[in-house]
C-alpha cells in the first residue's frame, strides 16, 4: 500500500470513530435533555433545583464535547478528501509524465549511455569500412 493509500486508511479509522463518539454523545444528550424535561414538572425543592444544575451541567459539558468531536469528524472528512484529490491529482501527473516523456524528441545534448555506445560502434565500423576500400584501392 502506498503512502498515500495508508495515512489515507488512518484518516478514514479516525474519522469512523469520531463518528461513532458523536453518535454516543448526541443519543447521551438527547437522554440527558429528556431528563431535565422530566424534572420541569416535579414541585420546587432542593433536591430537584440541585438535580436539575447538575443536569444541566452535564449537557453544558456533552454538548462541547459532541462540539469538538464533530469539528474533529469533519476536519477528519476534509483531510480524506484532500488525500483522495492529491492521489487523482498524482495518477494524472504520472500519466502526463510518461506521455511526455514517450513524445519528447531526446535531448541531443543528453545522451544516454546506450546512445553514446551505439554512435561509438557506428564510428568503428566507418573506420574499418574505410581501412577495407583503402586497402582495396591499394591493390
Same mark, same amino acid.
Given at each position: 500500500m502506498t503512502d498515500a493509500g495508508e495515512a489515507f486508511t488512518r484518516? &478514514?479509522?479516525l *474519522? *469512523? +470513530?469520531k463518528l461513532m463518539r458523536k453518535e454516543e454523545l448526541e443519543a447521551e444528550l438527547?437522554?440527558?435533555r429528556r431528563d431535565r424535561l422530566s424534572l420541569d414538572g416535579i414541585a420546587a425543592s432542593d433536591e430537584a433545583e440541585a438535580l436539575? &444544575? #447538575?443536569l444541566d451541567a452535564r449537557i453544558k459539558t456533552v454538548a462541547e464535547e459532541l462540539a469538538g468531536v464533530d #469539528?474533529?469528524?469533519r476536519e477528519a472528512l476534509a483531510e480524506m478528501a484532500a488525500l483522495q484529490k492529491l492521489s487523482r491529482d498524482a495518477e494524472? *501527473? +504520472? *500519466? &502526463?509524465a510518461t506521455v511526455a516523456a514517450a513524445t519528447a524528441e531526446a #535531448?541531443?545534448?543528453l545522451r544516454s549511455a546506450e546512445e553514446i555506445a551505439l554512435d561509438n560502434v557506428r564510428a568503428h565500423v566507418a573506420d574499418?569500412?574505410?581501412q577495407l576500400k583503402a586497402g582495396k584501392e591499394l591493390k
Open positions: 484518516w &478514514r479509522r *474519522a *469512523a +470513530g438527547l437522554k440527558l436539575q &444544575r #447538575d #469539528d474533529e469528524y494524472v *501527473a +504520472g *500519466a &502526463r #535531448d541531443p545534448i574499418l569500412e574505410g
